[in-house]
Each structure stands twice: as structure tokens, then as C-alpha cells.
């Protein structure tokens, strides 16, 4: 089944001087699932996302938001949490967070509604008449979370979402972001910490050099990058390649194995269960982070 | 601040005029001689009346000057004169005394030398030059130097302190917004050109408001001030003025041929659009820089020609109407202050009117550049900021 597309960025160039920060940039990212932007510091992530948020325009290229040219009209259904964020701080939190909801073009009341809303789930309630000042980093971010997917934008956009979040409140973060994309939310997912990305992603795309090195739902990604790879383990130790696999490498009595193209798992098995016995047959996949390691330096 | 400078500029106006009243109380003073040389030539004066006495009594008052009614004895013997008092005497009074008497010695040496004091007299002129001003119909109208000095100078040097003030208010109200990390999260939902403008126009706003507030609360301020502090002394003899203020008697009386009305429009003119334009660039700078103390290049140059233009604010004044007077007025840099001076000695409606337009193209070019290294600067941290790249942001692409 091929998920409804949300966002589609194509060939997007931008420059700063004679600096490319995008060069040919393409992303398509399906209704309702969380896409994961991977990519090293610089790569040109940070000028995706705010040309998304109409923050800058691209030199070349389009982008198409739910079957439109993005525009101006846009702007509220997308809601955008960069990596450096910050608040007023002389300001109340309740009195910003009304501010930048009714920027979002809320109305003062439904933007109240949504406030006490957002600020009993997360219970910050009596935060609200406190200064920004008086709080921690860790729960500034809460606000901005708040603030961010308060008007209930059908893209959400998170720059490194989790930073200065201990790992409880991270937790509810997460949880939250899950929760968002249930409800039918697209969000696009920017960050350094591989193991959220391999928890939360359905697609990822990988920038490195201003370019889309890589993009796709995350399973096929894995797939492709190392394709027929299973690990085995035996009750011996003299397992040896045959025409179905080839073993890559072993740990004692666990193997590493490549079925050879044109051979199905259920054969393989059926082989090396002959002379051994199979304590344990799974799927073999790279980690996000190997992935993004190795192809960034196969550049 | 807002309630303050109103309070510091009511006592500008108020403690002058509080002290000048101050010091017109009548002193009386006793003199005594031995002889009448001197004593019967001197006069009273608006504040000081002498009354003539004994030797005999001058001895007794002087052992107890406090209690007696004189504020000084004025003892004269073989012409030296000796002032007791029972306090340190006053300069002007001291002053007062000692010009009389150098008078009445003079006229006794020119008496002697035979000279006719009455043609001394006579050859003492004062001239009082009296300046108009002749409008195209030819009509003429009573002008005032010394008043269009005043208020050239004032609403000039008032324009300069608004521009600065409130122009390094939109600089640091930018540098917060940027070092504090809410800029990209407002601009995701709304222009970087709005949101700049928004903290320009705010600004202007905050700085209208407390300007009318000063001018309210200043004039509030030096009425009551006046009515609790001089009027318990000045209007027991003068009861025609208890209605009206004296100050804003005098304002009326001192500007006469000015048009204030023409001067106030044009100051509220030059005072929005000369803070817009340098606003706009003082938002530029911060948004150039991650912090205030990276400011200094960048502001110096914006600065200058402001700077420049309050230094020469005298020699315009000596000269209004000179070339130098008239180009510093048609810069935009310069026009909001140095028109300013230069109104109030009268200016062609042409020029007033093409420096205004000057100005609100100074203010559109300015604020689109502006708009364009605020644009980029807004959104970029840690880099050190040179003016080739200032340069460079001018030329991207939104």
C-alpha cells in the first residue's frame, strides 16, 4: 500500500554565496508517519527545515504540501521546533504561550483552551504565571513543545527534539510524538541520537553535502543496505559457506550468513539444519548509526 | 524613566525660576557715616533699602545684628567702607553696594576735573534693534533670535537623544530576541520583514507615548510646582496672573513669530521618520551580532553622521540659511536633526517639503537593506561578522 504523500521537496538548490547549502535536495514524506532527517553538522538539514517553514526560499526547486505549492497559507499547518530555541525571558509563560499560539492565528480563547489542554496533560499547570526565567532548561522545552503543536498543525517539525530533556521527560516527549502521529499527524524528525531514531522513525532520508544520499521507509533502507543478511546461532562450531550463503563472519558458535541471490530463508534453513542444529535463525540488520557512518564516508 | 524625566525636566524649569523668586526679598540695610558724602547719594534699590543712622546707633545695633531689623550695617569712615552683617553676605548684595559707591566716587572725580557729568550723561546710548521677518507678501512679522536659537536647539538636541535612545532600544530588543533563540520560532510564523518592522513600530510607539507623557506630566509637573512654590510669594501683588501659568506666559511671550504649530507637526515628522530610518539600521546591527558587546563597529558608522550632524548644529545656527545649513538639511542622516534647528529661523516650504521627502526615501532604501542583513543576520550564530559579508547577505535571495 503506498501512503498518501504530505510533503514533497523537489530538486531543491539553495545558496549562500558561492556556498551550495542545498544541491538537488528530494524528500517525500507519507501522511501520518514520522520521517527522520538524518545527516552530519552542516549537511544542509537546518536550511531543509527552514525552507519548509517558508524561514527563506529556495534558489530552485518546488515543494508540494498536501497537493499544493507551499505558501503563505501554509504557515499554519506547519509547526516548527528548531534545535536553538528560546523564550522571552522577562515574560510570563502563560501570557508567551498565547502570544506565539495566536501568531499561529488561533483565536485568544481557543488558544486558551488549548493551553490549559496542553498544560494539564503534560501538568505544568502552575507554571503559568511564572516567569520564563524562573525555570529550568529542561522545562522551557516543555513550553515550546507545547507551543509548537498547539494549534494542531498537519506537519510538525522537530529539530533535535529531545536535547536538555532528562530521560523521563524525554519519555513523555516521545510518548507525545507517538501519539501526535496516531492522531494522524505528519512529523519530520531531525536528529543526532540514532537510537530515537531507530525507536520512533517509520521513513528516514540521509543528508550529507547539501545532497540526498539516502531516503525510503527504514525496514527497506536496512534491507538494501545489507540485503539476505541473517545471524545463526548453533550448538557447533564448523558451519562453512555452501552455493546457498556465504558466512561473513562468526562469534563462535554464531554466524553472520549472506543467502545468495535467487535462494529463499526457508531453504537455507532447511540446509543447515541437515548437519546442525539451530538454536536461533533471525534477520540481520544494520543500525541506523552504521548506516549513517558508513554512508557518509562511502561519499 | 517614565515617570522620572518628567519629574528631572519640570525641575529644570521650575527651580530657576523657584530661586529667582527667592532671592527677591528686601534686605534693609543700615548706613552709617560720619559725615553725608556718601550716604546721601546712595539710592534704594529694587531689593536692598538703606536707611541712614547714627554712629552712636551703629555700635549698638552691630552688638546684637541679629536681632535688629537691618540685614547689614554699612559703616563708612575715611573712605573705607566695612559691610556687617551676621551671615555671610550675598555676592549681588555685596556687588550692588560696591557699584554704587564706585559710581558716586567716580562723578566726584570727574566733578573735580571739571568735567559736566550731564554730558557723560548724555553720550551713553542704548540701541535696541528690533528684527522682523518679511513674508512674500511683504508682510512683516516680530522676530525672535534668541528664542529660534532656543528652540532650534532644543527640539535638535531632543531628536538626536530620541533617535539614539530609542534606536539602541530596537538594537538590543533584536540582539535579545536573537541571543535568547525566540527568533526562529517567530519567524516560522510570521516574516523576519514583520517581525522587525513590529519591533521598530512598537518601539516608535512605546517612545510617542512616553514622549506625550513627558510633555503631559512635565507641564502637569511645573504647574503644581509653580502654584505651591512661587505663586504663595509672586501673587499677593499680582493677582491678574493666579489663572495662568507663568511659564507658559512666558513661552508664549518669548516665541512671538515663531510658528510653534509648524514646529511641533514637523518635529513629530522628523522625529518617526528620522527613527524609523536609523532604527531600521540599528536593527541591522543587531541583528548582525550575537551580543551587545559586538556592536561598537558596526554602530560607529551609523552614528557618525547623527553625531555630525549634532556637532554642527552651532555653526548652522550662526549661518541658516548657508550651503552647509541647506545640504545637512536634505540628507536624510542629518535632515531630522539639522531641520530642526534650522525651522524655527524659517525655511521655504519647498525645502521643508523636499527634505521630507528625502527622508521618507532615505527611510524606504535604508529599511530594505536593512531588511536584508536582518534577514540573514537573525539566523546566524558564532560567526564573526565582517563588512564584506554584511555585503554578501545584501545580495541573497529571500
Known amino acids: 500500500m503506498k501512503k498518501e504523500i504530505l510533503l514533497s521537496v523537489k530538486d531543491v538548490i539553495k545558496k549562500y554565496g558561492d556556498y551550495t547549502a542545498l544541491n538537488k535536495v528530494n524528500i517525500s514524506v507519507p501522511k501520518s508517519s514520522i520521517y527522520g532527517l538524518l545527516g552530519p553538522n552542516g549537511a544542509g538539514k537546518t536550511t531543509l527545515m527552514r525552507i519548509i517553514n517558508q524561514i527563506t526560499a529556495p534558489d530552485h526547486g518546488t515543494i508540494i504540501f498536501n497537493g499544493e505549492k507551499l505558501n503563505k497559507n501554509h504557515i499554519k499547518d506547519i509547526g516548527y521546533l528548531p534545535e536553538e530555541r528560546g523564550l522571552y525571558k522577562k515574560m510570563k509563560v502563560g501570557e508567551q504561550a498565547l502570544y506565539l499560539a495566536q501568531l499561529k492565528g488561533m483565536s485568544y480563547h481557543k488558544a486558551k483552551e488549548k493551553l490549559k489542554y496542553w498544560f494539564e496533560k503534560l501538568e505544568i499547570t502552575h507554571w503559568w504565571s511564572k516567569r520564563v526565567e524562573e525555570l529550568s532548561k529542561g522545562m522551557a522545552q516543555k513550553i515550546q513543545f507545547v507551543v509548537t503543536v498547539i494549534h494542531k498543525p498537519k506537519l510538525l517539525i522537530f529539530d533535535e527534539p529531545f536535547s536538555g530533556f532528562d530521560p523521563i521527560n524525554a519519555a513523555i516527549i516521545r510518548k507525545e510524538i507517538l501519539q501526535l502521529r496516531d492522531n494522524g499527524t505528519t512529523i519530520i524528525f531531525s536528529t543526532h541520537r540514532m537510537e530515537s531514531v531507530e525507536e520512533i522513525c517509520d521513513h528516514i532520508a540521509l543528508i550529507n553535502d547539501s545532497k540526498t544520499i539516502l531516503e525510503g521507509p527504514i525496514e527497506k533502507i536496512k534491507e538494501d543496505f545489507q540485503p539476505n543478511t541473517y545471524e545463526v546461532s548453533l550448538d557447533s562450531n564448523n558451519l562453512v559457506s555452501s552455493n546457498l550463503f556465504k558466512i561473513l563472519s562468526n562469534d563462535k558458535n554464531t554466524y553472520k550468513i549472506k543467502i545468495n541471490e535467487g535462494f529463499l530463508v526457508k531453504q537455507t534453513i532447511d540446509v543447515i539444519n541437515k548437519e546442525h542444529k539451530i538454536v536461533s535463525f533471525k534477520k540481520d540488520s544494520a543500525s541506523v548509526e552504521d548506516i549513517f557512518i558508513k554512508s557518509i564516508k562511502d561519499e | ?398
Not at chain 2, 529667582?20 to 558724602?37: F, G
Not at chain 2, 526562529?184 to 510570521?190: A, D, K, P
Not at chain 2, 521627502?357 to 532604501?365: A, D, E, S, V
Open chain 2, 1 to 398: 524613566m517614565t515617570i522620572l524625566a518628567p519629574i528631572l525636566m519640570a525641575s529644570l524649569i521650575i527651580v530657576p525660576v523657584f530661586l529667582a523668586n527667592q532671592d527677591q526679598q528686601n534686605r534693609l540695610i543700615a548706613v552709617s557715616e560720619d559725615d553725608t558724602k556718601y550716604s546721601s547719594k546712595i539710592n534704594d534699590t529694587d531689593n536692598i533699602n538703606f536707611e541712614i543712622i547714627t554712629e552712636d546707633e551703629s555700635e549698638k545695633i552691630r552688638k546684637n545684628l541679629t536681632d535688629s531689623p537691618y540685614y547689614a550695617v554699612l559703616d563708612i569712615k575715611n573712605e573705607t567702607f566695612t559691610l556687617y552683617a551676621s551671615q555671610q553676605i550675598g555676592l549681588n548684595i555685596r556687588n550692588s553696594i560696591q557699584n554704587q559707591l564706585e559710581k558716586i566716587i567716580e562723578r566726584e572725580k570727574l566733578k573735580q576735573a571739571g568735567i559736566d557729568i550731564k554730558i557723560i550723561e548724555n553720550s551713553k546710548t542704548k540701541i535696541n534693534i528690533e528684527t522682523k521677518i518679511i513674508d512674500t507678501k511683504g508682510e512683516a512679522t516680530d522676530s525672535n533670535t534668541e528664542a529660534s536659537i532656543g528652540i532650534g536647539f532644543i527640539t535638535g538636541i531632543l531628536i538626536y537623544m530620541f533617535i539614539f535612545m530609542y534606536g539602541t532600544m530596537v538594537m538590543r530588543g533584536v540582539i535579545e530576541e536573537k541571543t535568547n533563540r525566540i527568533v526562529e520560532i517567530i519567524i516560522s510564523s510570521v516574516k523576519p520583514f514583520q517581525l522587525m518592522m513590529g519591533k521598530i513600530i512598537g518601539v516608535a510607539l512605546v517612545g510617542l507615548t512616553q514622549f506625550i507623557l513627558w510633555i503631559l506630566l512635565t507641564i502637569i509637573i511645573s504647574s503644581f510646582a509653580e502654584l505651591f512654590l512661587i505663586d504663595a510669594t509672586e501673587i499677593t501683588n499680582n493677582t491678574d496672573t493666579i489663572n495662568q501659568s507663568l511659564i507658559l506666559d512666558e513661552i508664549t511671550k518669548l516665541t512671538g513669530g515663531i510658528d510653534l504649530i509648524k514646529i511641533f507637526l514637523s518635529f513629530i515628522f522628523f522625529f518617526l521618520f528620522g527613527y524609523l530610518m536609523y532604527s531600521a539600521l540599528f536593527a541591522a546591527v543587531g541583528s548582525a551580532v550575537d551580543a551587545e558587546a559586538d556592536t561598537q563597529q558596526f554602530v560607529l558608522p551609523i552614528t557618525i553622521p547623527l553625531i555630525l550632524a549634532f556637532i554642527l548644529i552651532q555653526p548652522v545656527m550662526d549661518n541658516p540659511d548657508g550651503t552647509l545649513a541647506f545640504w545637512l538639511s536634505m540628507n536624510p542622516l542629518t535632515s531630522p536633526v539639522i531641520m530642526m534647528v534650522r525651522l524655527p529661523f524659517g525655511v521655504d516650504i519647498w525645502e521643508l517639503v523636499l527634505s521630507m521627502i528625502l527622508l521618507i526615501l532615505g527611510f524606504i532604501i535604508t529599511t530594505y537593506l536593512a531588511a536584508k542583513i536582518y534577514r540573514t543576520g537573525i539566523l546566524m550564530y558564532g560567526k564573526k561578522i565582517s563588512y564584506k559579508e554584511l555585503w554578501k547577505w545584501l545580495t541573497y535571495k529571500g
